[in-house]
C-alpha cells in the first residue's frame, strides 16, 4: 500500500504533488448515478462516490442553450487510479461528453487519506 504522506509524480496546478483527487461527474438521473457511483466503489477506482441532490444546469449543446436537471457525483480517489477511472466513466457514461473533473486535494486528514490508498489499492 502506498503511503499517503509520500508526495507522486502528478502535479496539480499550484505545482504542489498531488496523492489525491475529488473527481466529478454529472448525470441525468439519480438511478444512473447510484450505477456510476457503485461501479467505481466496486472495481476499487475510487474509495468513497457521493451523489448530490438534483442541480439545475444551464449551457450549450449543438448549438442551442439548454437547461436540464442533473445529479452530481464525487469520486474520492488515489491519484495513481485516474486514468482508470476516467476510462471507467467514459465507457459507463451515456453522454457523448460527459463532465469529469479532477480536483488535487492538497490537505486531509491522514486517517481518511490511509484509507482512500487501501480501498483504491
Known sequence: MADPTVPNDEDDPTGHQARFLTVMTTIDS??????????AIEARL????QIGA?????????N???????????????????????AYLLDAHDY???????????RGG?????WVTKETS
Open 30 to 39: 439519480e438511478a444512473k448515478a447510484g450505477a456510476l457511483a457503485r461501479g
Open 46 to 49: 475510487a474509495a468513497c462516490a
Open 54 to 62: 438534483p442541480v439545475t444546469s444551464v449551457y450549450r449543446w449543438d
Open 64 to 86: 442551442a442553450v439548454e437547461t436540464g436537471q442533473e445529479w452530481q457525483v464525487l469520486f474520492k480517489t488515489a491519484a495513481a487510479r485516474y486514468e482508470a477511472l476516467e
Open 96 to 106: 457523448d461528453t460527459p463532465e469529469i473533473i479532477a480536483t488535487p486535494v492538497t
Open 110 to 114: 491522514a486517517g481518511y487519506l490511509s
